[in-house]
Antibody, heavy 119, light 110 residues
Framework: QVTLRESGPALVKPTQTLTLTCTFS??????????VSWIRQPPGKALEWLAR???????YYTPSLRTRLTISKDTSKNQVVLTMTNMDPVDTATYYC???????????WGQGTLVTVSS | QSVLTQPPSVSAAPGQKVTISCSGS????????VSWYQQLPGTAPKLLIY???KRPSGIPDRFSGSKSGTSATLGITGLLTGDEADYYC???????????FGGGTKLTVL
C-alpha cells in the first residue's frame, strides 16, 4: 500500500525558509522510474507543480520558482525534502507530495499540508 | 496563468454526459501523455485517467480520456451528484522541463 505524508510548519514568516518533508511507504525511490513530486494549491486556486526528484537523483523545478526551490531525497529514510527560500504571503498554499512512475501520471498523493505565510 | 487551458466551469444534469477540454502546445500535450485528476472539496486530487485514456483500477468506465494533437478531453457519462468536483489535466512540458497543470474545471451536476 502506497502512502505519502507531508510534514512541516503550518506558519512561517515572510522572508523565512520553508522546509517540508515527505515521508512515504509502499515503494522505494531507488527503484527505476520512480519519482516524487511536490505540488501546491493556494486557497481556492489551481494546482501548481513545483518540483520533482527521480530515482537516479535527477531534479526538475518549475522555472518561475527555480531559484527558490531545492529538492532532495534520503532513500534510506524514504523521505523527500523540499526547501523554499524567501517565503512570501503569496506562497500560502496547501503543499502536496505525490508519487509518479515515469512516464505515467502522478498516481498517489499525500493528504497535503497547509502552510500560511504571515508575520 | 496556467500552461494548459481548461474551461473554468461546466454543468449538466444527473445522468447526462459532459466533456472537459484541455488545450496545450507541441511542447506539452503534443508530445507527452496527459492525465486527469478529480479533486473533491477539501480533499487531495485523485488520478482518474493516465496515458491519455487509461483508467486506474477502481475508476468506473463512466470516465474516459482522449487526446488529439495538442488538446485532450475528459468525458464523464451518467453524471452523478457525487461527480461534482474540480477536474485538472496535467502533463510534462519538454521545453520547460517541468510538470504542468490546467487551471481546473469546476463541474456542477444540476
Amino acid at each position: 500500500q502506497v502512502t505519502l505524508r507531508e510534514s512541516g510548519p503550518a506558519l512561517v514568516k515572510p522572508t523565512q525558509t520553508l522546509t517540508l518533508t515527505c515521508t512515504f511507504s509502499g515503494f522505494s525511490l531507488s527503484t527505476t522510474k520512480m519519482c516524487v513530486s511536490w505540488i501546491r494549491q493556494p486557497p481556492g486556486k489551481a494546482l501548481e507543480w513545483l518540483a520533482r526528484i527521480d530515482w537516479d537523483d535527477d531534479k526538475y523545478y518549475t522555472p518561475s520558482l527555480r531559484t527558490r526551490l531545492t529538492i532532495s531525497k534520503d532513500t534510506s529514510k524514504n523521505q523527500v525534502v523540499l526547501t523554499m527560500t524567501n517565503m512570501d504571503p503569496v506562497d500560502t498554499a496547501t503543499y502536496y507530495c505525490a508519487r509518479m512512475v515515469v512516464p505515467a501520471a502522478i498516481d498517489y498523493w499525500g493528504q497535503g499540508t497547509l502552510v500560511t505565510v504571515s508575520s | 496563468q496556467s500552461v494548459l487551458t481548461q474551461p473554468p466551469s461546466v454543468s449538466a444534469a444527473p445522468g447526462q454526459k459532459v466533456t472537459i477540454s484541455c488545450s496545450g502546445s507541441s511542447s506539452n500535450i503534443g508530445n507527452s501523455y496527459v492525465s486527469w485528476y478529480q479533486q473533491l472539496p477539501g480533499t487531495a486530487p485523485k488520478l482518474l485517467i493516465y496515458d491519455n485514456n487509461k483508467r486506474p483500477s477502481g475508476i468506473p468506465d463512466r470516465f474516459s480520456g482522449s487526446k488529439s494533437g495538442t488538446s485532450a478531453t475528459l468525458g464523464i457519462t451518467g453524471l452523478l451528484t457525487g461527480d461534482e468536483a474540480d477536474y485538472y489535466c496535467g502533463t510534462w512540458d519538454s521545453s520547460l522541463r517541468a510538470g504542468v497543470f490546467g487551471g481546473g474545471t469546476k463541474l456542477t451536476v444540476l
